[in-house]
């Protein structure tokens, strides 16, 4: 009997947001720097979104990538300013903060050489690997970065395809955290993200959650991903540390 009543609860999905995780940590909602919010009213659009759901503090993470975005502290930094303004001005009140999403190229051990990555809370650091292939000197720069003091987060791990949950599990060990965007639980990304992404939530191997917000059709997903039974138990059950970026 008791049984029953439970699937019906479970069945009401809209009971649960953001609200207990807080903090966003990474997205591309700075305006006009990466391929996120093109200016400040995008910017806007998409945090009231995000607000909407119960998040309370986004941390922006623009893309540094040599190919494409040559961001630095001080494009970020600009960035930053002019959306506070903009939201100051609209009298909207959300914490708002900036990293960085720093990509995994040539230009990436320069940057830990020189201490120039971007961090958000105790030194973490968000980076992200290519989609085709993981670079040959991985596992060397992890450790480059956790030398130089920092804390690496690796970007939606579920996203890479050439990596198997057993490579997952040994670079964890390794000490690297992951960062699982949630609306690749929706399948948003497609079945084989969605498959992977429920693999690492049963082998506890996520660290952090968050949107990766670049446009609507991801605050689309990001509610959606609200009725999946993976995301309650992340929410819920599960060790995140997106609270110690508060
Ligand atoms: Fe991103």
Redesign the pocket.
């Known amino acids: 009997m008791f049984g029953i009543f439970k699937n019906k609860e479970n069945k009401n999905h809209n009971t649960f947001d953001y609200s207990s995780l807080m903090v966003d940590m ?1 997205s ?1 909602v700075l305006p006009g720097i990466d391929d996120g919010a093109q200016n400040p009213a995008e910017s806007i659009e998409l945090i009231k979104r995000m607000m909407k759901l119960g998040i309370t503090k986004i941390i922006a ?1 623009p893309h540094i990538m040599a190919d494409y975005y040559r961001n630095t502290a001080g494009t970020i930094n600009t960035a930053l300013d002019i959306l506070k303004a903009e939201l100051k001005k609209e009298n909207i009140d959300i914490t708002i903060e900036a990293a960085a ?1 720093h990509y995994f190229d040539e230009t990436f051990e320069t940057r830990i050489d020189e201490r120039k990555l971007m961090t958000m809370g105790d030194n973490y650091v968000l980076f ?1 690997y290519s989609f085709i292939s993981q670079p040959p000197n991985a596992i060397p720069i992890i450790q480059k970065l956790k030398d130089s003091g920092y804390k690496p987060i690796l ?1 939606h791990p579920e996203r890479y395809q050439y990596l198997d949950l057993d490579d997952f599990r040994s670079l964890h060990d390794y000490g690297l955290l992951f960062q699982l965007n949630t609306i690749s639980l929706t399948g948003y990304y497609g079945k084989e993200s969605k498959k992977l992404a429920e693999g690492l939530v049963d082998n506890q191997l996520i660290d952090f959650i968050s949107s ?1 917000m670049h446009h609507l059709r991801h605050a689309e997903a990001f509610q959606n991903a609200l009725k999946m039974p993976y995301l309650e138990k992340l929410l819920f059950d599960y060790p995140l540390k997106n609270i110690m970026l508060r």
Do not use: K, L, V, Y
């Open positions: 990474h591309h993470t999403e992200e970007a990766d």
